[in-house]
């Protein structure tokens, strides 16, 4: 179970005074996408007033040590060129960037030298302005 799952489970979680609003792009990770679902995810960002958008761009192209790997390095940034990467390129600067996969966020980082945020990271932002 990811922690979207089991917060989107309690009632509780997300919303109330704990909003964060703002606009945010969503790279779902291959795995959770194909196997597991965004819906959890989703709604968590609808608790919080997130105007989120999930890109349909398929795998980031990092993969695990795929991207890394010398040989296959330009097919790894042929994936993450295909929506990714134009994607984040044309956001606003304001906008977040969530993405659950280590090898998204190191993918993102390392090809725009944006931080991508964890489901986590997310709520914690929204957590600390609701108490603020």
């Known amino acids: 179970m990811l922690l979207g799952e089991l917060l989107a489970r309690q009632p509780h979680s997300g919303g109330g005074t704990s909003r964060l609003g703002g606009k945010a792009l969503v790279q779902a990770h291959c795995h959770q996408k194909s ?8 709604e968590m960002m609808k608790r919080i007033g997130v105007d989120y958008e999930v890109l349909d761009s398929g795998c980031c192209g990092m993969a695990g040590s795929f991207g890394f ?25 304001d906008t977040l960037v969530i993405a659950n996969g280590f090898s998204c966020r190191e993918q993102i980082a390392q090809a725009t030298g944006r931080e991508a945020l964890h489901l986590a990271d997310l709520l914690a932002l929204a957590s600390a302005r609701g108490a603020a």
Not at 35 to 42: N, R
Not at 69 to 93: G, Q, T
């Open 35 to 42: 196997v597991l679902g965004m819906e959890a995810d989703e």
């Open 69 to 93: 790997e010398k040989a296959k390095y330009d097919i790894s940034m042929a994936c993450a060129e295909r929506v990714l990467l134009p994607a984040l390129r044309a956001a606003a600067p």
